[in-house]
């Protein structure tokens, strides 16, 4: 048994699986079924090591928000160079979300968040989250400000 995560695409899955194997270490595209008119119909994409499928699909069946991929990084250099190749032609969202230009939703966060989150002390948290909500691009220094000075 394997468990994937499956995304329809109206008609740039080789187009997005591209894009996104370039963008995060330890990706590949392991597979294209491509249709008679050789488009791509399905393609297998790994994700630093994340089983993934795109597929075109067509119409009727848009992206949305509800679903995302998180990206998990330690610096700000990180979320800097991700935040802006991801938001080339998609949106930037609230706190560390964004859709790229396909419509997928990631969010790209610091692994350090986990931490200024979860800590003894509501008041430290409490800044953190106040912190965080006021962004869009997440940025560690300002998170770990709050979480400091609370």
Same mark, same amino acid.
């Given at each position: 048994?394997?468990?994937?995560?499956?995304?329809?695409?109206?008609?740039?899955?080789?187009?997005?699986?591209?894009l996104?194997?370039? $963008?995060?270490p330890?990706?590949?595209?392991?597979?294209? *079924?491509?249709? @008679?008119?050789?488009?791509a119909? +399905?393609? %297998?994409? &790994?994700?630093?090591?994340?089983?993934?499928? $795109?597929?075109?699909?067509?119409?009727?069946?848009?992206? *949305?928000?509800? @679903?995302?991929?998180?990206?998990? +990084?330690? %610096?700000? &250099?990180e979320i800097?160079?991700?935040?802006?190749?991801?938001?080339?032609?998609?949106?930037?969202?609230?706190?560390?979300?964004?859709?790229?230009?396909?419509?997928?939703?990631?969010?790209?966060?610091?692994a350090?968040?986990?931490?200024?989150?979860?800590?003894?002390?509501?008041?430290?948290?409490i800044?953190?989250?106040?912190?965080?909500?006021?962004?869009?691009k997440?940025?560690?220094?300002?998170?770990?400000d709050?979480?400091?000075?609370?």
């Amino acid at each position: 048994m394997s468990v994937n995560t499956f995304f329809w695409f109206d008609s740039a899955a080789e187009e997005a699986a591209t894009l996104y194997t370039s $963008l995060l270490p330890n990706s590949r595209i392991t597979d294209v *079924t491509r249709n @008679a008119d050789g488009v791509a119909f +399905v393609a %297998t994409i &790994e994700l630093d090591g994340q089983a993934i499928t $795109l597929m075109n699909g067509g119409p009727g069946h848009p992206l *949305t928000d509800a @679903a995302s991929l998180q990206i998990v +990084v330690e %610096t700000q &250099e990180e979320i800097d160079q991700l935040w802006d190749a991801l938001t080339d032609g998609g949106e930037p969202g609230p706190c560390g979300w964004l859709s790229d230009r396909f419509g997928l939703s990631w969010q790209v966060t610091p692994a350090a968040l986990q931490t200024l989150m979860s800590g003894d002390n509501p008041a430290k948290t409490i800044a953190v989250g106040t912190a965080l909500r006021s962004m869009s691009k997440l940025d560690i220094k300002s998170l770990q400000d709050a979480y400091d000075h609370a």
